[in-house]
């Protein structure tokens, strides 16, 4: 888990992701045959093999901010939001602004209650309304600060009872499993590629771009799903549960995952004991859905591991639901050329 906890305190903005490239790139090294960066930043691994050609896609980046305006008189920052973030859950929170000069931490503040009128209290947060304090002079803060600088959410990685929590497990959970998956495979007759992708929260694009590259027959992304398993979501409404095992991905608003990969990794997972449920995620998308759309097309699937509070920093998922979804990615990755892919 000391590999999650760094791919989780570390920052990445779409297209800011050298430093979780840079960990990837550390944990993967002696484990695959070649390593590569596209020109995108996309980490592109090999694990050479004589087929079928398999992608497999956690995404580097995280949602997070931009700095967009600094008050050269108060040195208070305006940012603007790379990913969705819920605006309800930013106040009061620590920032890091990544300057050129060196990392600055700041605040995510708001104004008292006590000073807060009726009308104001029932009024919704909005992103454009927040700001960022430095705690420092104006002059200084504008000699610190670019507009561009990211801006990335503190948080410490930490155990919960029988979960881990931490920001941007979306998704470098999915990145995770996939480095993990990529140490423990052994007899493999596919042609694996392990891409740590870029981009994906505004869009899949770095999937797009490396798999157009690769041209795979299969691509398996891995990510986070919802688990609404909480007070006030009825049952019909909860996507995954913790605790119940990986997420094999039925449909979202990005992919319909292939029959034939989702029959035969439910049948490895009856086979090998791995507990499983499965997903349907009404929306929201994965790499999957750019991966599927490359070139002539590719069978793809998500690997999901279910987590709660999806897109806020106390992002939380089961450590049963990890180890599951490590075990069958890897035993796909030994079996998957006796997979059926006939529609
Ligand atoms: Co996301
Ligand atoms: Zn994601």
Redesign the pocket.
């Known amino acids: 888990m000391e590999l999650l906890r760094k791919l989780s305190e570390a920052a990445g903005i779409p297209g800011r992701e050298d430093e979780v490239r840079a960990i990837v790139r550390g944990a993967l090294k002696g484990h695959v045959d070649t390593m590569e960066v596209d020109r995108l930043g996309n980490l592109i691994a090999h694990k050479k093999g004589k087929g079928p050609k398999v992608v497999v896609a956690g995404?580097m980046d995280?949602?997070g901010f931009l700095v967009s305006h600094v008050d050269e008189e108060t040195g208070f920052l305006r940012i603007e939001p790379v990913?969705?973030f819920d605006p309800r859950t930013l106040i009061a929170s620590r920032v890091t602004v990544h300057a050129q000069g060196g990392p600055l931490t700041g605040l995510i503040g708001t104004k008292p209650i006590h000073i807060l009128t009726e009308e104001e209290k029932k009024k919704e947060i909005r992103i454009q309304d927040l700001f960022v304090d430095l705690g420092l002079p104006g002059k200084k803060v504008a000699r610190k600060v670019r507009v561009g600088d990211p801006v990335t959410l503190v948080q410490s990685f930490t155990q919960v009872g029988d979960l881990v929590s931490g920001k941007a497990l979306?998704?470098r959970l999915g990145v995770y499993v996939g480095i993990e998956a990529m140490r423990r495979v052994k007899r493999h007759q596919a042609d694996v590629y392990f891409v740590g992708t870029v981009q994906?929260?505004v869009g899949l694009r770095g999937a797009r771009a490396s798999a157009f590259a690769i041209n795979p027959d299969i691509g398996v992304a891995l990510?986070?799903t919802l688990a609404c398993d909480m007070p006030g979501v009825s049952a019909h409404e909860q996507v995954t549960k913790l605790g119940k095992g990986v997420a094999i991905k039925l449909k979202d608003s990005a992919s319909i995952s292939h029959p034939g990969l989702v029959r035969f990794l439910v049948d490895l997972a009856e086979k090998k004991k791995i507990p499983y449920q499965m997903e349907i995620l009404p929306r929201?998308g994965t790499d999957a859905g750019a991966i599927q759309l490359a070139r002539e097309g590719a069978a793809v699937v998500t690997l999901s591991v279910p987590t709660r509070y999806?897109?806020s920093v106390v992002e939380a998922a089961h450590v049963d639901d990890i180890e599951a979804a490590i075990k069958l990615l890897t035993t796909f990755l030994e079996n998957c050329h006796q997979a059926d892919l006939k529609l």
Request: cysteine-free; glycine content about 22%; charged content about 45%.
């Open positions: 995404h995280e949602i990913g969705g979306d998704d994906e929260e990510d986070v929201g999806v897109h």
